[in-house]
């Protein structure tokens, strides 16, 4: 673990958090006028890192990183949004997923939004260590982390945490109130049942998803563009044809390149920006819920209702009378 401790120092320094162990349970605070935030590394045991990340970067933020040693990671994403690059593969960072990662002795960047909140769990583990879990009673393997990563610098799958134990486990260890003497025990039980979850759900699930198709640079830079097009004009948006003329890329790729990349088609992404939008507008209790529905582009209430129920598991006007009620 100490190549990957190093690695993650050096990725710490970059985002100005400023440390004062390279091993240890720590918080570091974002330095000078970078952003605001924390860092929180946990140490439960020497072959695994925890790192809780609450912050904000002031402007969009590029961080280079360097993993010597093979490692796993499991990302859950909160609130946030980013993208990782390696050797031409590209993965993301999305609200409300559980990311895992392998990466074999890779160089490459992070993307970080900048102006909104970045709320994520890490969990990181050696290769050695991921595979030990994956060996039965009888000391076999069906898999391991060679036979999953191939010849790729980077493996990514993502699910959402919604509706799954995931959320619950993660936030546990985010708001841990257990004492010091037991600290490290809770918090490594919590980790392995999240790292559990993930082998069955990524690795031992027949219908696991699949691996993203080879996209190049240019490409992620469209697909990013068709984002940002998506959430500039969700009021208004678009038909696929059109949003393929605009990003130069054609409307079959940018389906299946936008499905691989971002782990959702380009209208279930305009649904969920409209869905977080709406909910946003309803929380100030100063917007009506038809007010609410015709600015993110809903002409037909209930469709809109039936969106929002579907996503957040209410009615709007149940939200927004819980919003009144609180303020």
Do not use: W
């Not at 690695?7 to 974002?30: G, V």
């Not at 507008?281 to 609410?292: H, I, N």
């Amino acid at each position: 673990m100490d190549l990957i401790n190093s690695s993650i120092n050096q990725f710490l320094e970059q985002m100005k958090f400023a440390y004062q162990t390279k091993d240890q349970t720590e918080q570091m605070r974002c330095k000078g006028s970078a952003g605001d935030g924390f860092v929180m590394r946990l140490v439960p045991r020497p072959d695994m890192l925890i790192m809780i990340t609450n912050c904000t970067f002031a402007e969009d933020t590029q961080v280079n990183f360097a993993i010597e040693e093979a490692m796993v990671e499991l990302m859950i994403c909160f609130q946030g949004e980013g993208a990782v690059q390696a050797a031409g593969v590209y993965g993301t960072i999305r609200p409300n997923t559980l990311t895992l990662g392998l990466m074999n002795g890779i160089k490459g960047e992070y993307f970080f939004a900048g102006d909104r909140p970045m709320i994520t769990l890490g969990i990181h583990i050696s290769a050695a260590t991921f595979n030990r879990y994956l060996t039965g009673l009888d000391g076999s393997q069906s898999t391991d982390f060679k036979q999953l990563i191939g010849s790729r610098p980077l493996f990514q799958l993502q699910q959402s945490i919604l509706d799954t134990p995931i959320l619950q486990l993660a936030t546990q260890i985010m708001n841990i109130p257990y004492t010091q003497n037991i600290r490290n025990i809770a918090l490594e039980s919590l980790a392995l049942e999240i790292i559990s979850y993930a082998l069955q759900c990524f690795v031992f699930d027949s219908n696991r998803p699949d691996l993203p198709a080879a996209i190049t640079k240019s490409e992620f830079q469209r697909l990013q563009h068709a984002k940002e097009v998506l959430l500039h004009q969700m009021d208004n948006p678009p038909s696929l044809l059109e949003l393929s003329r605009i990003i130069g890329m054609n409307d079959f790729k940018l389906k299946h390149h936008f499905k691989a990349v971002f782990g959702t088609t380009v209208f279930g992404y305009l649904r969920d920006i409209r869905m977080e939008k709406a909910i946003l507008l309803l929380q100030d209790g100063m917007t009506s819920v038809s007010m609410a529905a015709a600015h993110v582009g809903y002409t037909n209430a209930s469709y809109f209702a039936s969106a929002f129920r579907k996503r957040y598991g209410m009615n709007p006007s149940e939200f927004l009378h819980y919003a009144n009620n609180i303020r």
